[in-house]
């Protein structure tokens, strides 16, 4: 070591003679609040691969005492489940494309095309952000009723590619106000139309927007809850969270039958999770909230 | 100036002709997400209006006009009111606990953990912290609807392990359900303050702190006089946008206890939930939702006024 990083090392404040004792304390306790918060997934996966005979004998803080699937087969003879993970992916899929699709084409026109009343435009979109589903959800039942869509996946999709279409929309605009402009005059001297600008210059330079926004609708369409338990109310057409609502309202439920019910819902979501962890950090503190 | 200025209302130089012909081009952008709104949002929330100044049960049945009779009838309804008793007691699992801890749980990771123990801890911490908030709000109550059960839930099997005699009927007691459900939320809700907070003090000049260091300035200290001054403005959002999810938490009451027992955990989302799709009474579930609406925007227009004077200074 050169005298110069000891003396750095001297001066850093880890050995400015602060008491370790602190930190380890404050260590201990950080991660003993990480167990705290982490224990109920560990129970749910633990408990999932018990038998009923089993959890009675021992309660729910015992390891199992032999690797045991029985909960999993009770579950999925009352959930039809690969039906439910299915409608999850093909409604939070739908939304997500169709959300993009309609924000980029909106942001579009408020940011380049810099439309009259923009202004006004945009803050009526993030309003119908806010506007709490419950204002909406008995018209929109009445209008699903309506149009034969009530109780099938496409009146939830095309609710929510709306209403996650206004919140993009909000924000791309934002990103759009600040887009090179001479990027598009460029390409309009070379003669593209402004449907071909839209898609060669804006949309590539907006791609790592669109990829974070992406993960955020397919993660928000997935858990969203207020509006489909009213518009699936069949069992074919259901997402994941509303049979599992179906399902705890229907019957007394054996407690393995719950946490393996449990365990198989919240492993798409924490997969989902790890992949895209960066980005929904980041995306979380960029302001992409809601 | 030629005479087409004068023709040009408002004595405005007229636009180039290119960008006049584009502007209707534009608009055409605009048009899926326009007709979008009309018809998820606007129309649909004129219609809620319209229904809660009636009484109707719904369907083909008669709608008789009562002008505001449903909001009158509201202001006297005890169940209305219990409703938003118990969402004071959300705002506390969804507000105020998760942003006070989670201020101190992100001053602690950000000032102590990561500078003397590394990045690394600090982030896993952090991502379990993070991780409930990312579960389907009906998953959780699922989950939790084991944890909080009375005999051999998880919850009171800890209990009895640390010598707890006779531990809560969490979900089956009036005195104790409303309590049961806050646990479920401050987990739930912990760790977004966490992230944003975090974030918000990487931007916070790292000078500061040493300087305070170098004064041998406490971590309390520290936390007073710079961590909070700095944060206000991710303070503020935070708080309004938790205040949001508190007026409208529904799945976990929907799920955990069905606004029972003895409606101890009605909230006006669920009430009005009830009151269209269980009790049949339209008009009134459409004035309990146009309240809570009427709430909302009047939190997201001071979260608006807010950001554009905090972007304007």
Redesign the interface.
Known sequence: MTDKALVHHLSAPRAKGRPRVSTVIVVTLGVAFAVVMLSPFLLVAMNSFKSNADYSANGPLALPKALDLSAFERFLTLIDFPTALWNSVLVSGLVTLGGLLISVLAAYAIGIGRIKARTWVVAVLLIATMVPQEALVYPLFYGAQATSTLNTVWSVIVIFIVIQGAYGTYLLAGVLGTFPKELIEAARVDGASAWRILWRVVVPVLRPTLSVLAVFFFIWTWNEFYLPVVLLGDSSSQTIPIALATLRGQHAIEQTTITAGSFLSLLPTVIFFLIFQRTLSNGVTAGAIK | MTASAVTTRGGRAPAPPRERS??P??????A???A??L???????V??VW?SLHNWQ?GASEMTWVGLGNYVELMQDPTFWQSFRNTLYMIVAIVVVPTLVGLL?AS??FN??A???GER?AA?????????Q??????A???????L?TD???LN??LT?IGVASPPDWLGSADVAIYGIMLMLI?LQ???PV??FM??LGRVDPSIYEAA?VDGASWWSQFTRITLPELKPEIFIVTL?AL?GA??V??PI??LT?GGPEGSTVV??YY??RN??ELSR?GY??A???V??LL??VI??GM?VFQRRATDD
């Open positions: 584009e502007r081009r534009y608009w055409a952008y605009l899926p997400m326009a979008g709104f018809i998820i949002v606007a129309i649909p929330l219609m809620n229904f719904g749980l602690v990771l102590l953990v500078p003397r123990v801890t896993f911490l952090r991502g379990s912290y993070y991780l409930p990312i579960l389907p709000i009906a998953v109550g699922f989950m939790w609807s084991w944890i059960d051999g839930g998880a099997a800890v392990a987990w912990l760790g977004y992230v944003i974030a918000a260091d946008t949001v007026l409208k529904f799945a929907l799920i069905g006006p989302s009005a939930y269209f799709f339209v579930g459409a309990i939702s146009n809570m609406a909302i925007l997201a227009i608006l």
